[in-house]
């Protein structure tokens, strides 16, 4: 097969993969209710079937991209394909609520080790700045749609079908992954272990991460006061000290300190973390408004962020983000993307009960669409511009770890100030559909608030970043020779 041909077959392989797992993020909320009534969960439990997943997967991202990067980023991507498949059937015949636990945090481990190397292998495999834009695109549309594309197949299986599909559909997308992904691929030339394995820094950074998570996704029902929350999250604070000490002193740690002094890495990072803060709310907020407030079923409910998927999907797929990025360069279109994606939100804080979804919520979701398809993937590929290959699996468990501890910590967060707000308008006296719309529109103002702070983030932190202007010259000079 020709190599370039190979090329990209096999990025539509790994963003197969990086598809089922976007998809199982949202997919599973829509059918928390059939679930709970089956399983026989508790409201306090049936919390753990999303927390699970979100503590396992952000867990283990920094050390999948190491793994990657020392072993080869095939071997880890395909174990956690493998894994993650595996683990839906196992929770798809859950009998029991403690089953589809642990179910999920298996799916969890197993969607960080395939997606840790997903941006590494796309980084690796598309040398040339020009075709690493068109593959960041389309890997931008798989991550930004996949969230919305979940609620509306987890809508439909569960209408159609039971809650056990939503689990079930990874069967056959996770046996194609492991078949194509092994034939396809290209292994990379790991770094090799023969240096020895920084196993304590592993189990620090990992430990960290999973109280971190743990203590974020518990926030809401402990309190962000509470002994609880305070004691995790400092637990979680002094294992990412020690961590950075013994990495300081190491001659091959887990993961070498001289990644984080990219300021092109850690700023576009962080704004990514943010901006996921708001879109992660707006899934969760949103999904509630039309069922609680506006009395949408499941599938109507996955129908209404249409417009979000189809704005993404034309201005990734078809090429047309690359393309401005190359044309007003990444950290142009990241501001642009940005305003509009808080304009959007902005706008559904001015919903309530009366709003019809024709043109209010419509607009609104076509430009959370628009801004996502023009902020993601300059924002990516401002975060991998200076990043060597070799710790290119590293960048990317990095950068992946601020996404998901970001959109955790807003959506617990948002998700608690939003609820509580509706409780105080409820006691107050306000009907019931009144004091949700009221908190729900809190809850998107906040999401808005989350997406301007990532828009000052790269602004101040990313202002006049030698790297970004090379990179929209060698963008521009690889679109002159392209054509």
């Not at 919903?351 to 990516?380: E, N, Q």
């Not at 509706?422 to 908190?439: Q, R």
């Amino acid at each position: 097969m020709d190599s370039n041909l190979r090329r990209w077959i096999a990025l539509v392989v790994v963003c197969l993969g990086q598809l089922m797992v976007m998809v199982d993020s949202t997919i599973v909320n829509v059918a928390l209710p059939y679930i709970q009534r089956d399983l026989d969960f508790s409201q306090a439990g049936l919390t753990w079937v999303v927390n699970a997943y979100v503590i396992a997967y952000a867990s283990f991202l920094l050390v999948a991209g190491r793994l990657g990067d020392l072993i080869g980023r095939r071997k880890v991507f395909l174990a956690g394909v493998f894994l993650f498949t595996v683990a839906s059937i196992g929770s798809g015949f859950a009998q029991g609520a403690e089953n589809l636990i642990v179910g999920r945090f298996l799916q969890g481990i197993g969607g960080s080790l395939a997606t840790g190397v997903i941006i590494a292998i796309i980084v690796s495999e598309f040398r040339k700045p020009a075709e690493r834009a068109q593959a960041m695109s389309i890997l931008t549309l798989v991550i930004a749609g996949g969230g919305s594309l979940g609620l509306l197949a987890g809508g439909f299986l569960t209408q159609m079908t039971s809650w056990h599909w939503t689990f079930f559909i990874n069967l056959p997308i996770g046996i194609a992954t492991l078949i194509l992904g092994a034939l396809l691929i290209e292994e990379n030339e790991g770094q090799g272990l023969s240096q020895g394995v920084d196993v304590l820094g592993a189990l620090l950074v990992t430990s960290a991460l999973m109280l971190g998570v743990y203590s974020i996704v518990t926030a809401g029902d402990a309190g962000w006061t509470s002994t609880h929350t305070i004691g995790f999250g400092g637990a979680s604070l002094a294992l990412l000290a020690v961590f950075v000490l013994w990495e300081w002193r190491l001659a091959n740690p887990i993961m070498p300190l001289r990644v984080l002094a990219m300021r092109s890495l850690t700023g576009a990072s962080a704004a990514r973390g943010l901006v996921f803060a708001g879109m992660f709310t707006n899934f969760f907020v949103g999904a509630l408004y039309m069922q609680n407030v506006r009395g949408y079923s499941a599938i109507q409910t996955g129908l209404g962020f249409l417009p979000t998927t189809l704005a993404v999907g034309v201005l990734s797929g078809a090429g047309i983000s690359a393309r401005l990025m190359a044309r007003f360069g990444p950290k142009n279109l990241a501001v642009a993307g940005m305003s509009i994606l808080a304009s959007g939100l902005l706008l559904l804080s001015q919903t309530d009960m009366h709003v019809s979804y024709f043109p209010t919520l419509f607009i609104a979701y076509l430009l959370l669409g628009t801004g996502a398809g023009t902020s993601f993937l300059p924002l990516l590929t401002i975060s991998m511009s200076e990043v060597p290959v070799k710790d290119a699996g590293l960048a990317s468990g990095f950068s992946n770890v601020t996404m998901q501890v970001g959109g955790a910590l807003g959506l617990a967060a948002l998700g608690t100030v939003s609820t509580d707000h509706a409780k105080a308008l409820f006691a107050e006296g306000d009907p019931l559909p009144m004091a949700l719309s009221g908190g729900y529109q809190l809850g998107f103002v906040l999401a808005a608030f989350a997406v301007v702070a990532g828009l000052a983030v790269v602004l101040i932190v990313l202002h006049g970043a030698r790297s970004q202007e090379a990179l929209s010259v060698e963008l521009d000079r690889s679109e002159v020779e392209a054509a």
